[in-house]
């Protein structure tokens, strides 16, 4: 089967992004691999790339499975992996949310492939794209860090609740079997954690009881939780944000604190 001009591979060969990414190599070693396919073959390997997207400095005929871009990349945000040139996670990060919104921020966060300064820095070196404005205002939404739209959604309630008490994003906590449990959002100071829960990381059997496990060991340490289905924060914005400043000034008055973290005078 004809990869590229006199580059062959197996039947189906076509079909794998693997056996695409090798043409190139053989094809045109200085080519850069870009968008959805960089990121599967890197850091993202459930994402789907049904083309192969790259960088060429050559103009080259089109080709199956294949689409050639024209542009230039500086060489600060290039990645090299096992001998093919790709655009580094913070580069693919934000070529990719044109059509992703912030969910690419989200999974590279959560996955531990790139910083929030990586990505400003990404940013900072390619000016004057397009999108450029709606990248700026999500990694502004993202200083939080979310591992989730989710949980980013849940971040922006609670920034909205001008809250005087500080908060901390997947904090760790750790629990009594030695293991350690990373809360989505907790305020230390009220011993307070928020969940934002999808049901595609906890709608099996295992992760009811996983979850319900750790709730009852933070509760035994004196933190009290709640949690938000990922529908519910989307769908639900204003009850979401009412019902969370229910919660902290609930909190509030639970523990008799003030405004500044001490107690009230008895």
Same mark, same amino acid.
């Given at each position: 089967?004809? $990869? ?6 197996p039947?189906?060969? %076509?079909?794998s *992004? @693997?056996f695409r990414?090798a !043409? ?6 200085d080519?850069i ?15 789907p790339a049904p ?24 060489f600060?945000?290039?990645?090299e992996?096992?001998?093919l040139?790709?655009t580094?996670?913070?580069?693919t990060?934000?070529?990719?949310i044109g059509?992703h919104g ?6 590279a ?14 940013l900072? $070196?390619?000016p ?6 709606l990248? %700026?205002?999500? *990694? @502004?939404?993202?200083?939080d !860090? ?14 909205a609740?001008h809250h ?7 904090h760790?906590v750790g629990?009594?079997?030695?293991r350690?449990a990373?809360l989505?959002?907790?305020m ?19 992760a009811?009881?996983h ?10 340490q004196?933190?009290?939780g ?7 924060l989307e769908?639900?914005?204003d ?13 509030v008055?639970q523990?008799?604190?003030?405004p ?7």
């Amino acid at each position: 089967m004809r $990869l590229l001009p006199g580059i062959y591979g197996p039947p189906g060969s %076509r079909e794998s *992004l @693997e056996f695409r990414a090798a !043409a190139l190599r053989l094809a045109d070693p200085d080519a850069i691999i870009t968008g959805a396919a960089a990121a599967h073959l890197t850091w993202w390997p459930d994402l789907p790339a049904p083309t192969l997207t790259a960088v060429r400095s050559l103009r080259t005929a089109s080709a199956a499975g294949y689409l050639w871009e024209r542009r230039s990349i500086p060489f600060d945000l290039i990645a090299e992996f096992h001998g093919l040139k790709y655009t580094g996670p913070a580069l693919t990060v934000l070529d990719l949310i044109g059509d992703h919104g912030g969910r690419p921020i989200d999974e590279a966060l959560r996955r531990g492939a790139v910083t929030l300064t990586q990505l400003w820095r990404a940013l900072d $070196l390619t000016p004057h794209r397009r999108n450029n404005a709606l990248r %700026r205002a999500l *990694l @502004e939404d993202s200083r939080d !860090a979310p591992w989730s739209e989710a949980e980013r959604l849940l971040h922006r309630y609670v920034r909205a609740g001008h809250h005087p008490w500080s908060f901390s994003t997947n904090h760790p906590v750790g629990l009594a079997n030695g293991r350690v449990a990373y809360l989505d959002l907790a305020m230390p100071a009220l011993r307070l954690y928020l969940e934002a829960d999808g049901y595609q990381y906890h709608g099996s059997r295992t992760a009811f009881e996983h979850d319900r496990d750790r709730d009852t060991d933070l509760a035994a340490q004196g933190w009290q939780g709640h949690r938000f289905s990922a529908a519910f924060l989307e769908h639900s914005p204003d009850d979401s944000l009412r019902r969370i400043n229910a919660i902290i000034d609930r909190r509030v008055q639970q523990l008799g604190l003030t405004p500044s973290g001490t107690n009230r005078p008895g």
